[in-house]
C-alpha cells in the first residue's frame, strides 16, 4: 500500500511572462525548479486548448529536455526514495515521453540519468496526466546540476501544465516489484535494441573494464561499458566513442552503433570517472583502463587490437584526442603501463587547448572559464593554474606521427571556440599528420547528423586499410 508522506507541486505558469525566455533561472514554486537545456529546452508560455503551459520551442538533436531541480531539503541526497511523478502534458505526435532521473542505483555514475517510461504520445489533442512511481530517487543535483529531466521527441513542441513530485512509502512487497519490472524492461530494451543489428551481431551491455577497483590499475574507478561486435569471426575493426558533459555529467550510450555494426566495424561506448567524483586525470586515466580491456580481451570479442579508432563529442572528443596524441607515451601511465597508439580519431566540437584564452570563453555549463564552478571540478586543487591546463591540453602533444585524424566544429559553437578546433588542426597539419577539417557553417555546440555519417565514412576508409 502506497501512503502520501510529503508532496512537491510546481505549476508552469504562462501567465507571468510575455516572451520566449530559457529557464534558466525560472520561478520556482513550492519544492521544484525547472530548467530546461539549451538550445534544445527554450520554452515559451502558451495557451493550448485554453490551458497556461509552457511549450517546447524545436530541438535540434534527438530528444529534447527540460531539467528539473528538487529544492525539498526533505526529499533530497536519497531521503525519500520513494516518489511519485506526475506530469499533465498536451497529446500530440508520437514517440516517448520519459523521466530521466538522478537514482541510489549503485551502478548509475554521477551525471547518469535512470530512464523510466512516462507515456506513449497518441496524438489525441487532448491534455493528460502521466505518472509514475519509483523506488530509489537520489535527488542530489548530479544530473547536470539537477535531479531529474523530462525527455521529449525532438520533433513535437510538447506543452506542459504541471509537474509535481511525492514522496511516498511504499511497502517492500510493492518496491521489489517495481524493481524487477525496472530489470525485464531494461533487458526487453536491450533485446529489442540487438534486434536492430545484423543477423549474428552480439552484445554486451554494461560490461566493467575495471571489475575490482582494490585490485585496479586505476584505483576508486569501477566503470563498465557497452560493446556491439559484428557477426563473423572478424577480428573486426573497433570504434570506441566517448561521451561529452562537461567532464561532470553524461553517460555512455548506444544509439550510435548500429550503422558501424552494419558496415562492420565493432562499436564500443563507456562510462568515465566524472569530476563530481574525481578531478583529472581521472577521466583520461579511465578511458585508457578502457582501451586496455578492449585489447587484452580481442581474442575471444573477435576484436582487431591493431585497428582501434576513437571518437567523441565535446569533453569526449577532448578524451578521444588525448588517447590519439599521447599513445605510446608514459604522459598518463596508469598502473597498466602505456598503452599502445591507436590507429584513427573523430573529434567533434572538442576544447583542445585549456590554456588558450583562459578566461574568456562564454559562461556556459562547459565553458573553460575560471570562475565556472565545473571547470573548477576539473581541477585538482581546484584552481585554474596554466602548468596544469598544459598538461591536460592534447594540443601540448602534437608531434609528427600521429594516428589520422578528422576535426568537425559548428561554425556558431558558443559552449567551445570554432579556434580550439583551427588551432589544433593547424599544428597537427604542420607537424605532418594526415589531419581532415570541417567547419558546419550553421551549427552550434551540437552538429547535425551528417557529421555521425562523415565519421563513420572516416573509420571505413582508416580502420579497413591495414
Request: net charge neutral; charged share 20%; hydrophobic share 40%.
Amino acid at each position: 500500500m502506497c501512503f502520501s508522506r510529503s508532496i512537491v507541486f510546481f505549476m508552469l505558469s504562462a501567465v507571468s511572462f510575455a516572451a520566449t525566455v530559457t529557464l534558466s533561472s525560472p520561478p520556482t514554486e513550492n519544492g521544484l525548479k525547472a530548467a530546461p537545456k539549451t538550445p534544445e529546452g527554450v520554452m515559451e508560455p502558451a495557451d493550448v486548448d485554453g490551458k497556461p503551459a509552457w511549450r517546447c520551442l524545436p530541438g535540434t538533436s534527438a530528444g529534447k529536455f527540460c531539467y528539473v531541480t528538487v529544492t525539498d531539503t526533505a526529499m533530497k541526497n536519497g531521503a525519500a526514495p520513494s516518489v511519485k511523478f506526475s506530469i499533465t502534458y498536451y497529446d500530440e505526435g508520437s514517440g516517448e515521453l520519459a523521466v530521466e532521473y538522478d537514482s541510489l542505483d549503485a551502478a548509475k555514475i554521477p551525471g547518469a540519468f535512470k530512464h523510466i517510461h512516462l507515456a506513449a504520445l497518441g496524438d489525441s489533442k487532448t491534455w493528460k496526466t502521466a505518472d509514475v512511481t519509483i523506488g530509489d530517487a537520489r535527488f542530489g543535483g548530479r544530473c547536470n546540476g539537477n535531479d531529474f529531466r523530462i525527455y521529449m521527441p525532438k520533433d513535437v513542441n510538447i506543452a506542459f501544465s504541471s509537474i509535481s513530485v511525492t514522496a511516498i512509502t511504499i511497502s517492500p512487497e510493492e518496491k521489489l516489484a517495481a524493481m524487477k519490472k525496472l530489470g525485464e524492461d531494461k533487458k526487453e530494451k536491450q533485446r529489442q535494441f540487438i534486434a536492430q543489428l545484423p543477423a549474428g551481431s552480439t552484445g554486451l551491455f554494461d560490461e566493467p573494464y575495471v571489475p575490482n577497483p582494490k585490485n585496479s590499475p586505476v584505483p576508486g574507478s569501477q566503470q563498465n561499458l557497452d560493446l556491439f561486435v559484428p557477426p563473423g569471426d572478424g577480428p573486426h575493426p573497433l570504434v570506441i566513442y566517448i561521451h561529452g558533459g562537461g567532464w561532470h555529467s553524461g553517460a555512455k550510450g548506444i544509439g550510435m552503433a548500429p550503422p558501424y555494426v552494419a558496415a562492420g566495424l565493432a562499436f564500443a561506448t563507456l562510462n568515465y570517472r566524472l569530476t563530481v567524483d574525481a578531478p583529472f586525470p581521472a577521466q583520461i586515466e579511465d578511458c585508457i583502463a578502457a582501451l586496455g580491456w578492449l585489447r587484452a580481451n580481442a581474442g575471444r570479442l573477435h576484436l582487431d587490437r591493431n585497428r582501434i579508432g576513437v571518437s567523441g563529442h565535446s569533453a569526449g572528443a577532448h578524451l578521444a584526442a588525448l588517447l590519439a596524441v599521447t599513445g605510446g607515451d608514459s604522459v598518463f601511465k596508469t598502473g597498466a603501463g602505456n598503452f599502445p597508439p591507436v590507429q584513427a580519431a573523430a573529434l567533434m566540437s572538442g576544447p583542445f587547448d585549456l590554456g588558450r584564452e583562459r578566461g574568456n570563453w562564454p559562461k556556459t555549463m562547459f565553458a573553460w572559464n575560471p570562475n565556472d564552478k565545473f571547470c573548477k571540478t576539473f581541477f585538482t586543487n581546484g584552481s585554474y593554474e596554466e602548468p596544469f591546463a598544459q598538461w591536460a591540453s592534447p594540443s601540448s602533444y602534437v608531434r609528427g606521427g600521429l594516428p589520422p585524424m578528422l576535426i568537425i566544429h559548428g561554425g556558431k559553437d558558443t559552449t567551445v571556440p570554432l579556434e580550439q578546433a583551427r588551432t589544433f588542426a593547424d599544428a597537427l597539419t604542420q607537424a605532418g599528420n594526415q589531419v581532415t577539417f570541417r567547419i558546419a557553417p550553421e551549427a552550434g555546440h551540437s552538429l547535425p547528423a551528417d557529421a555521425n555519417s562523415e565519421s563513420l565514412q572516416f573509420f571505413k576508409e582508416k580502420l579497413f586499410t591495414k
